[in-house]
């Protein structure tokens, strides 16, 4: 049994130890061999299509590298494991140290219906707040899938806190590096 047991917004899918050992070792591994982008507060890699997060828009298919290998097989999983209605074609790899985060936001309809989420090296809490100003803390487990589809894809809004630990389960975690990989699908007739 997991400290992180939790009520979870609708539509918001959760699967603890979604990737293998050897799995998030392959991955860290190929993110780790990849360039990161510094113009944010925290690191980014994107891949399949660049999200420009000053005009808050995404841009054409290529305007990123390709999706690299391990982290397009991933993909392919979550697309065969019915996750998503197509194969992920958007990637973007956000590291977090220490007090990091990203401001609360939903992500734009120019994604597909499913935004999925894998935890690289440490878990996280991840705030979600719907408009009613209704607030769930959700912890994110190193290896761990979290699918927003339905309301948690289009009412609520996620995001991390800027602070050097979480509390979960009464106990406080100290923050250390965490990577996320986030998968989206395009539709290309809303950009």
Same mark, same amino acid.
């Given at each position: ?19 293998? #050992?050897?799995?998030? %070792? ?33 841009? #054409? ?52 219906? %499913? ?26 487990? %190193? ?21 050097? %630990? #979480?509390v979960v389960g009464g106990l406080r975690i100290p923050r250390v590096r965490r990577l996320s990989m986030?998968?989206?699908?395009? #539709?290309?007739?809303?950009?």
């Amino acid at each position: 049994m997991s400290l992180f047991q939790v009520e979870f917004p609708s539509g918001l899918i959760y699967v603890p130890n979604c990737l293998s #050992d050897e799995e998030h %070792a392959a991955a860290l591994e190929e993110v780790d061999n990849h360039q990161f982008e510094s113009t944010l507060a925290r690191r980014v890699q994107h891949y399949g299509s660049r999200y420009d997060y000053f005009a808050s828009e995404l841009k #054409d298919a290529g305007s990123a590298p390709p999706i690299p290998p391990v982290l397009s097989e991933i993909g392919s999983r979550l697309f065969s494991e019915g996750y998503f209605d197509k194969m992920p074609s958007q990637v973007i790899i956000n590291e977090y140290l220490t007090d990091q985060g990203i401001a609360s936001h939903i992500d734009k309809n120019t994604f597909g219906p %499913a935004v999925a989420t894998i935890s690289l090296l440490e878990s996280w809490t991840m705030q979600f707040s719907d408009p009613n100003g209704i607030k769930i803390e959700v912890p994110l487990e %190193a290896r761990s899938l979290a699918v927003m589809t339905h309301e948690s894809r289009y009412v609520w809004s996620h995001g991390i806190a800027k602070r050097k %630990a #979480d509390v979960v389960g009464g106990l406080r975690i100290p923050r250390v590096r965490r990577l996320s990989m986030t998968y989206r699908t395009t #539709d290309n007739s809303k950009l």
